[in-house]
């Protein structure tokens, strides 16, 4: 652990904050957006998930650059994307236009959740490495907190009209502090051996880890004519099949239905505009101290524990907010079960997700394969994003009855195909894999 490392980590976690706050951020605009641009319910399902299309296509295509120019190379295209996605959306001049720049915000964030794990977990020490790429998640829902946050201030300033342009446009600053942060660090040691840039990935390696043994040097830098650079069933189902499980189980289990429709959420149980703008920020707050100790534990008591600790909270939780909005009844409890389920979450899947996708892959091929989970991720996202408020508007309890059912499924699923990958070097989770 030295200054570089810690750079390396808060710059690829940074990504993380623009991812949260793009995606949270929608959340205070939808009434305004309805309005502006006249949409029904399958307009504003379209509107929310354009961005989850552009997310879904930025995370297909980041594997095959990723691998090919290294992850820090690609991360100054993201915050770039980043950038111009904000200006874009606020100064959009009709639904088309900010559908495109949201598509663009997408791009950016499906991409950046490839890369920033990638890169962090390629430069982080195996014993600290599940905090640190959990950085990356605990980024993100300070991202999803600030915009939470953001859309409350932005909507005490009285700016009429203008309101839902000056929520989108304030995450410009931190993408143009992304980008020029990534010239300040190194490319991953691990990438440019596999390239044949030895000396390079020598002199890295022994700058991020002084006290490195000559066998985990030798491990890390062997050459890449030993190792295959191609991704396929044959030789990876097993990680395919574990990224591909736990990135659609995420979603499945409601989380970004809940964070992009909270306002909506809290409207159909009978609350004002302000008080649930106000109870937003607490749940954005809930999700940030619920990350904290998940990303003490997940080194030691391990991912596959917080996992199944977390599934009971989440079932629990989703079948309580089920009987409340079907029944209409004990609304004063809405806001404490979707605490909990918040609390769950972040404690088990939302920080383990990016951690156990990223490590699971051998280093030829750790980007197409964090594709292929961000991908599946991305893509239950923008079906759910798109489809949840055409099922509440027919049945309010509906959706999260779903959801619950999903998160029963993932505990047993979990339970007999996971492995356990903590503190574990990256050179040999293939074999914990495989076993």
């Known amino acids: 652990m030295n200054a570089i490392v810690v750079r390396g980590v808060l710059v690829g976690a940074l990504a993380g904050l623009l991812f949260g706050f793009d995606t949270a951020v929608i959340s205070g605009v939808t009434a305004d957006l309805r309005a502006v641009y006249q949409l029904s319910a399958g307009g504003l399902g379209i509107t929310v998930s354009s961005a989850l299309w552009g997310t879904l296509a930025g995370a297909l295509l980041a594997g095959p650059p990723g691998d090919r120019f290294g992850a820090r190379q690609c991360l100054k295209v993201i915050a770039l994307f980043y950038l111009a996605s904000s200006l874009g959306c606020a100064w ?43 950085m990356f998640q605990f980024n993100i829902v300070l991202g999803i907190l600030i915009a939470y946050l953001s859309n409350y201030l932005i909507g005490t300033m009285m700016l009429g009209a203008e309101e839902w342009r000056w929520k989108f446009g304030v995450a410009a600053m931190p993408g143009l502090v992304l980008f020029a942060l990534l010239f300040t660090i190194p490319q991953s040691p691990r990438w440019l051996a596999f390239k044949g840039r030895h000396a390079q990935a020598k002199d890295v390696l022994r ?124 609304q004063d409890l809405l806001i404490w079960m979707l605490i909990g389920f918040i609390a769950a979450f972040a404690f088990s899947q939302g920080a383990v997700i990016w951690v156990y996708i990223s490590e699971i892959f051998p280093t030829e091929v750790r980007a197409r394969g964090q594709s292929i989970g961000s991908s599946t991720h991305w893509l239950m996202n923008a079906i759910i994003a798109t489809l949840f408020p055409v099922v509440a508007a027919w049945s309010k309890g509906a959706p999260f009855v779903f959801f619950a059912a999903m998160v029963l499924i993932q505990f047993f699923v979990v339970l007999v195909f996971f492995p356990e990958t903590k503190r574990a070097a990256l050179e040999d989770i293939s074999a914990i894999v495989r076993a």
């Open 207 to 330: 700058s991020i880890a002084p006290g490195i043994g000559g066998a985990e040097e030798r491990a890390i830098l062997a050459p890449p004519g030993q190792r295959s650079g191609t991704l396929n069933w044959r030789l990876y189902r097993k990680p395919i099949f574990l990224a591909f499980a736990i990135a659609a189980f995420n979603q499945l289990a409601g989380i970004n239905a809940i964070l992009y429709y909270i306002n909506d959420i809290f409207a159909a149980a009978g609350f004002s505009k302000v008080s649930s703008d106000q109870q937003s920020i607490l749940i954005g707050a809930t999700n940030l101290l619920f990350t904290l100790p998940a990303l003490y534990l997940i080194d030691r008591i391990g991912r596959k524990s917080l996992l199944l600790i977390g599934s009971v909270g989440l079932f629990v939780t989703l079948v309580g907010t089920a009987m409340i909005l079907a029944g209409g009844r004990h």
């Open 92 to 134: 959009a001049w009709d639904w088309p236009s900010l559908l495109f720049f949201r598509v663009m915000a997408g791009l950016a964030i499906g991409a950046s959740t490839v890369l920033a794990p990638v890169y962090v977990t390629e430069i982080a020490p195996p014993a600290w490495r599940g905090a640190m790429v959990g």
